[in-house]
Nanobody, 114 residues
Framework: QVQLVESGGGLVQIGGSLRLSCTASRSIFSFKRVAWYRQAPGKERELVASMTAGGETDYAESVKGRFTISKDRANTAYLQMSSLKTEDTAVYYC?????????WGQGTEVIVSS
């Protein structure tokens, strides 16, 4: 069974940075798409950033210029977050498409405080 495990969340001050990691139980290149979503309290889950197997990226307007999605040559995808705002507070989830199957991690919480 393929698994995704997120890490790197935590408490950070406004303007700070965090890097989230998503470690898969198989090569990250086996997924046709990897993405980061987030869900803030009382809100619906939203797409933050995505990357195709070919390296094409897409970002939500609210994070463009501040967040960067990337992956290494092994089994990990990353979300580098900078210039964090209080509205970035949420549980962040990694998702990956393996064929027609959508896989999800358990989430990692990011709290941006003043």
């Amino acid at each position: 069974q393929v698994q995704l495990v997120e890490s790197g969340g935590g408490l950070v001050q406004i303007g700070g940075s965090l890097r989230l990691s998503c470690t898969a139980s198989r090569s990250i290149f086996s997924f046709k798409r990897v993405a980061w979503y987030r869900q803030a309290p009382g809100k619906e889950r939203e797409l933050v950033a995505s990357m195709t197997a070919g390296g094409e990226t897409d970002y939500a307007e609210s994070v463009k210029g501040r967040f960067t999605i990337s992956k290494d040559r092994a089994n990990t995808a990353y979300l580098q977050m900078s210039s964090l705002k209080t509205e970035d507070t949420a549980v962040y989830y990694c998702a990956a498409a393996l064929g027609a199957v959508a896989l999800w991690g358990q989430g990692t919480e990011v709290i941006v405080s003043s």
